[in-house]
């Protein structure tokens, strides 16, 4: 493909990443998208075939953008482990919370007739358990952490991470400040437990 092809492809990209997140899935329109980026319906369809694969474009995207961060942030920063996982839940609190489309598409069931939504619920859900599972192993190893079973105190962080969720979709303006404190409260609770010694 052509780098004036990529161009005129991503700035539809970055158009349609608007709408989706103003309108949703359902409601926007090819038409909307064509309008935002002052062309013809036909101009979008040269590029993509339906709004299902623009959508997806969408996805993939904010999901490059996430692994990239995470990759950046926490998977390759030097820092304690303990450090490093709660960084990981704010990242991904912050990132739930920015990324309107991949969320929708996690989260809503009127989605799940699209292929590829499924598709990317299984691998989101699988980098996540093996992300949480790494810094976790990364922590026994500096023997900061003892677990009895890895996987399945990585399962209960996942659990308990999108139950935290719960508040950024209920209300917009939730303040990352609350989420910061909840997240130390269930890092404390993770990290030392609430029997007394």
């Known amino acids: 493909m052509s780098a004036k092809k990529n161009s005129i492809k991503d700035k539809i990209i970055n158009i349609a990443t608007r709408i989706f997140s103003k309108f949703g899935f359902k409601k926007t329109t090819v038409d909307d998208i064509a309008q935002a980026l002052g062309k013809g319906k036909s101009s979008i369809y040269y590029y993509f075939k339906s709004k299902e694969e623009i959508f997806k474009a969408v996805i993939d995207k904010e999901a490059e953008?996430?692994?990239?961060e995470i990759e950046t942030k926490v998977i390759n920063a030097e820092m304690h482990p303990k450090e490093k996982l709660r960084n990981y839940v704010l990242l991904r609190m912050r990132f739930m919370k920015n990324f309107v489309n991949f969320n929708e598409a996690l989260r809503n069931d009127y989605l799940k007739n699209l292929s590829f939504v499924?598709?990317?619920r299984e691998e989101y859900d699988k980098?996540?358990?093996q992300t949480i599972e790494n810094?976790?192993?990364?922590?026994?190893?500096?023997?900061?952490?003892?677990l009895k079973e890895r996987e399945l105190?990585?399962?209960?962080i996942v659990t308990a991470m999108k139950g935290l969720?719960?508040?950024?979709?209920?209300k917009n303006d939730y303040p990352m400040e609350h989420l910061k404190s909840r997240v130390d409260g269930l890092l404390d609770i993770l990290f030392y437990g609430i029997v007394n010694q």
Request: proline share 3%.
């Open 165 to 170: 969720e719960v508040p950024l979709f209920i």
């Open 153 to 156: 105190t990585a399962m209960a």
């Open 127 to 129: 980098e996540e358990h």
């Open 65 to 68: 953008d996430l692994k990239k």
């Open 118 to 120: 499924e598709e990317i």
């Open 135 to 146: 810094i976790l192993k990364e922590g026994e190893e500096k023997k900061v952490f003892s």
